[in-house]
Nanobody, 123 residues
Framework: QVQLVESGGGLVQAGDSLRLSCAAS????????MGWFRQAPGKEREFVAA????????FYADAVKGRFIISRENAKNTVYLQMNSLRPEDTAVYYC????????????????WGQGTQVTVSS
């Protein structure tokens, strides 16, 4: 079993930056592709970014491309999401997730999830 704990959320103003962290335990972190998803009130959970376990290849949703950066430190069992130029529409609960095999943009393919961290961007 892999446990994931997100941190770093908060209330910021439009244009500000925020860095989310997700600490993993209980498994071999380096074997997992890691992803970030978000869910706004009344909306479905949506893919934000993912990073593979081997080549550290990254993928981004169009809505965040050029503003968000996903990275990982296998030595620290941690994945990050650097969020720049935040917008009110980025307001959501952000979830960290992990999978061994699957499609990086499909939430149902992820095996493990964190509890989420709230990000609120005021205009």
């Amino acid at each position: 079993q892999v446990q994931l704990v997100e941190s770093g959320g908060g209330l910021v103003q439009a244009g500000d930056s925020l860095r989310l962290s997700c600490a993993a335990s209980g498994g071999t972190f380096s074997r997992y592709t890691m992803g970030w998803f978000r869910q706004a009130p009344g909306k479905e959970r949506e893919f934000v970014a993912a990073i593979t376990y081997g080549s550290f290849t990254t993928f981004y949703a169009d809505a965040v491309k050029g503003r968000f950066i996903i990275s990982r430190e296998n030595a620290k069992n941690t994945v990050y999401l650097q969020m720049n130029s935040l917008r009110p529409e980025d307001t959501a609960v952000y979830y960290c997730a992990a999978y061994l095999r699957g499609r990086w943009e499909v939430a149902q393919d992820y095996n493990y999830w964190g509890q989420g961290t709230q990000v609120t961007v005021s205009s």
